[in-house]
């Protein structure tokens, strides 16, 4: 894949206007949790079945040219061509913090591709455990274009509202649209919610399902690519997450790295049991961890070779005196 042409960094990694898009906290931020003790299953607010850019001008640019502007200045910054991956963990904080690495994943995406099915934790809706929850959404509208939707049978639908409140479901789907205007072949989008797996025997049970569902040769070919979304550590007073407060704000940085690298390295090795078990020891603040061992589960079950492609923070785009910051972390399989 060729790009034509790169853009000056102003501030950062991004242009200045571009600084301003939020990050992904762990706080609910919007919206109205259902009644204790669970879920409930929402009504569809979109008589069209179209998923509305929600979060478009705000995570991100609304106006297509700045978009693509944005996504052609993080492809442009890849530092080493990967190859073409079906399985991956991709951040989702707005878009001048995560679209460094998430292009590490899109830059060369296997020409066969055809669908995409994305696990997301929820930000905004309270989820029983162990369950995947989904939507009935036909598409997905971005800035760039609408893309098609599909769903899967083990994901329980009803839940557009929490889909459509959800961040991580739409922040990948600009990527997708620019790619599918070049593409012979377009990509459909299947996204799915997951909070929390209670223990390993739940996780091999949704494992067997969702690959039951895409179906092994799919995943194996590339046509079916597999995403779990999660930041990872967010750290700071603004999380309640200040384990090494007593440190020098450099030395907590390194420290919270190593946390997220020994978490990352486990999850890239399809040691799924051993991350989910460190994640209960340490209780870092990784918000997507139940996706992230599903998809590590399955690319160990199909003998992939995985890898950390990037780590980095929102410290490192956009330092400041702040003692808060959000690290990302890029996982791929081949």
Sequence with gaps: ???????????????TPLAIYPLCIIIR?????????????????SSQGIRRAKFAGAWYPKDKHVLEDLLLQAFSLVKNQPPSSCCAVLPHAGLSFS??????????????????????????????????????????????????????????KGFDQAIEREHAVEMVLPFIAYLNKSREKQIAYSPALISKITNGFVLSELCDKLVSDIGREALQSGRTLLVASSDFTHYGRRFAYEPYARLERSAQRERVREDDLAIAGLLAEGKSEKALALFAEKKPTICGIAPSVIVSEIARRLNLKGKIASYYSSYDIAPSSEESFVAYCTILWS
């Design 1 to 15: 894949m060729v790009f034509y042409r790169v853009f000056p960094v102003l501030t950062g990694l991004f242009p």
């Design 29 to 45: 931020v919007s919206g109205s949790f259902p009644e204790k003790g669970g879920c409930m299953p929402s009504v569809k607010n």
């Design 99 to 156: 679209a460094l690495g998430m292009a590490d994943f899109f830059y060369d995406l296997p020409p066969q591709a055809e669908r995409l099915v994305l696990l997301a934790p929820s930000h905004t809706t309270s989820l029983n455990p162990d369950m995947l929850v989904g939507g009935s959404f036909s598409s997905y509208a971005t800035p760039l274009g609408t893309i098609e939707g599909f769903s899967l049978p083990s994901v329980q």
